[in-house]
């Protein structure tokens, strides 16, 4: 939420044309690429140690579930893409559905993380079961805070649209850098859906 | 003043500034403060030229700290079986003499001069964003406070007011400033690993934070016709440094926070009775680690880059060879970590691979020197203070250099690991290397940010002296590390035959810090009584120079419309058609960010949580919940952040064009 004229420009032309926000929101997620990458990395090394585990992931593991969770997740960046369509030709009310979708669809998906969390401790997979509950639950769980601060951040924009400052114009900016949050998180959940459980069945 | 006169005019008063729209308000009803003096004006300030001096005020009272405790390393050294200090408290002095000096000295010296120079050598009247730069500064002092706030509680445990409930003694940080797991996991070390986790966690948000901005800063606010091929060097170390640090720092943050989980919560990452992998940490950290050299040292590459062509006279040589080659170094940095785990057993291929590609590093280096000699080779030299030290930066890193190719070779790198060979070694890239450059650009940028000149032979005696103190030092560690005498170890015995050189590496070292003191001091003096400087003391290359020294707070009344590299240089001596232009001045006058609070109350929120975290780890209650309110302070300070508003007010500097 935060405003378009930070610091005066001294001349009225970007060289690159990128705004920098959004250059920003580009260079954080180049890092956060790192972040991630190093996670799952550790994961990939840890995942077949398998000293005092006790559990089999294919046992746990409930696919069909966290299939359609992933799916959610993945309508949600649909969502967020008619979002950010919306407020750049000045539909406010389209927005505001869109980004409801987008809210709920993300928090349903943080909601089967929460279940699939409790279910899978019930079954004995638990932080320190192991280098393979530890990665697990390190790595899936920093990617669910990421989801819950792009629901906050966005749940923040749905309140702040009502504001009689919010204009559809000058904010949209603003809202396709979150949306571009969303869209590197959800791409994410794909690459650790693939290298954390489809993995396990091959 | 207009940029196509000439230069040396007087500054011209700040003019005042007029508020003509009244103080604007945010959409909650906050009103950005507009202090411009005092205590508040510095907690709130959003300039970047007051936070690159804050950046250098702390940075430098860090260099005394690690400077201190260096002193106190070697003086414990200086004979055979000493008991100065016990084997434990020399631990903990090694580990944070290495993280206070590389965390907490050289990279915010560095970000001092990213602060103070960017902008002005690229022609801009800010960094893209001025809170997020209040942010990285206020989160580096709170990182900070995290890791050294450790030696007040030690201190109380001393006079008994403060105990812990298991008893433990280790509460300053003391696994060496690589942390290596499992020697950091809590069976072995007691909450000084807290402080030092958390520690460095704030101060990466804070590297991460600066480093974004700066990179949209040099991408985005350019001066209009500044190419990137005539950006300075300066600004293109300060880019590649700036993707270094984002790309980097996200390992060890990994890294960091899998070590607190092992502390925490319990996790297996680092226990081998587990399945953990010892070696993890060693990648995960070096991955980190080795990049973090060429951040601390780019930086100074291109301080140098601009001291030798403005005092020899003549245009940098190879300009785009510099530019690359730092490209490549930055590149290459991320391909040989594991040149420091030559002796983990990787296997054969990987040891070869690894031994290469750090060769390979030579090249762009080598390339670099032979350009600041090509530099040199026919200019008329001016043997300024900034510039014999500068001389010195290219023969100690030559040096500190030379002995790195001869750690890339795995086979002579297995005999040398651990030796005093290697502390000679990164002593001479990183006193050598990047404290005396940043010391040179200290002299050379000084008139410009304080307006007062520097006066008398002092800077003489602080270059002789440091840079004689510095070879007494290291130079005979190469010796001590060939015969056998180990790092980290708190003494040695009598009739090893390391006595002699031991004895005069501590001369070296009080040596050293006479020099360091006389340096300090010479920088106070000038302060209070400094000459003025004029605007263009050195008869500068860049940007910077063409305006008032100190530079009033919009920077540049007219934007510079740039034509060619060293574009002032090219407006002084060459022709008409390379002289700067400027961007007619906007009717509204220049619009200027107002200060703020919130960049502070987030860093406030860091440091509630990072020191409450290593309490609880010491069984003091509630600290569990104390965290928990550091991060709602941290979180509201970001809301209110947000909500308060582009703020700011519009200057009319009084033109005499």
Known sequence: MSHAADASHPADH??????????????????????????????????????????????????????????????????????????HKGDVKSFRWNLVGVIIFGTLFLGGQVYEFNHFVHLGLTLSTGTFGSTFYVMTGTHGVHVALGILWLISWLVYSFSPKFNAHENAVDVETAGLYWHFVDIVWIVIFTAVYLIEYV | MSLTTTTTTAPSPTPPHTSEEGPSRSNIGLVRPDFSTGLKDLLTTVDHKKIG?????????????????????????????????????????????????????????????????????????????????????????????????????????????FTTENG???????????????????????????????????????????????????????????????LPVFVWMTLITSILVIFAFPPITVALGELMFDRYFGTNFFRVDQGGQPILWQHLFWVF?????????????????????????????????????????????????????????LGKVATAAFSLLTMAIAVPTGVKIFNWIGTLWGGRIKFTVPMVLSLGFIWMFMMGGFSGIMHSSAPSDAQQQDSYFVVAHFHYVLIGGSIL?????????????????????????????????????????????????????????????????????????????????????????????????????????????????????????????????????????????????????????????????FPLVASVGFLILGVSMALKQAGVPYCGYIAISGLLI????????????????????????
């Not at chain 2, 290291?474 to 035959?497: A, K, N, S, V, W």
């Open chain 1, 14 to 87: 970007i060289p690159t044309g990128l705004d920098n926000k959004k250059l920003m929101m580009w260079l954080f997620l180049a890092s956060d690429c790192m972040f991630f990458g190093t996670l799952i990395t550790t994961h990939l090394v840890y995942r077949k140690i398998y000293e005092n585990v006790g559990v089999d992931p294919i046992t746990v593991f409930d696919i069909e579930l966290t299939t359609a969770s992933s799916f959610i997740l993945l309508m949600s960046s649909l969502l967020m893409a008619l979002a950010v369509s919306a407020i």
């Open chain 2, 53 to 161: 001096a804050m950046y250098a005020i702390f940075a430098l009272a860090f260099l005394i700290i690690g400077g201190v405790e260096a002193l106190f390393i070697r003086a414990q050294l200086a004979v055979a079986e000493n008991n100065l200090v016990s084997a434990e408290t020399y631990n903990q002095l090694f580990t944070m003499h290495g993280t206070t000096m590389v965390f907490l000295a050289v990279m915010p010296l560095s970000s001092a001069f990213f602060n103070f120079l960017v902008p002005l050598q690229i022609g801009a009247r800010d960094v893209a964003f001025p809170r997020l730069n209040a942010f990285s500064l206020w989160t580096f002092v709170a990182g900070a406070i995290v890791v050294n706030i450790s030696w007040l509680f030690q201190a109380a445990q001393a006079l008994g007011w």
């Open chain 2, 168 to 230: 433990m003694t280790d509460i300053v940080p003391a696994g060496g400033w690589f942390g290596y797991a499992p020697l950091t996991s809590d069976e072995y070390t007691g909450i000084g690993t807290d402080f030092w986790i958390f520690g460095l966690q704030v101060l990466g948000i804070a590297s991460i934070a600066a480093s974004l901005n700066f990179i949209v800063t040099i991408i985005n606010f350019r001066a209009p016709g500044m190419k990137m091929m005539r």
């Open chain 2, 289 to 345: 680690g080795h990049p973090e050299v060429y951040i601390l040292i780019l930086p100074a590459m291109g301080i140098i880059s601009e001291i030798l062509p403005v005092s020899s006279k003549k245009p940098l040589f190879g300009y785009s060879l510099i530019v690359f080659s730092g490209a490549v170094i930055g590149f290459l940095g991320f391909a040989v970590w594991s040149h420091h785990m030559f002796t983990t057993g």
């Open chain 2, 437 to 597: 450059s940043l010391m040179a650009g200290v002299y050379f940028w000084m008139p410009k940010m304080t307006g007062k000149m520097w006066y008398g032979k002092l800077g003489y005696w602080v270059a002789g002296i440091v840079i004689v103190g510095l070879n007494l030092t290291f130079f005979p560690m190469h010796f001590l590390g060939m015969i056998g005498m180990p790092r980290r170890t708190h003494t040695y015995l009598e009739g090893t035959g390391w006595e002699p050189m031991n004895l005069v590496c501590t001369i070296g070292a009080f040596i050293l810090a006479i020099g360091i003191f006389f340096f300090l001091y010479d920088i106070f003096r000038t302060l209070r009584k400094g000459p003025p400087a004029g605007d263009d003391p050195w008869d500068g290359r860049t940007l910077e120079w063409t305006i008032s020294s100190p530079p009033p707070a919009y920077n540049f009344a007219r934007t510079p419309i740039v034509h060619s590299r060293d574009a002032l240089w090219a407006h002084k001596h060459g022709k008409e058609s390379v002289k700067l232009g400027s961007v007619e001045p906007s009717p509204g006058g220049i619009h200027m960010p107002s200060n703020s609070w």
């Open chain 2, 634 to 657: 941290t979180f509201v300070g970001i809301y209110l952040w947000a909500l308060e508003g582009p703020g700011g007010y519009h200057l009319h500097p009084e033109e005499k064009a």
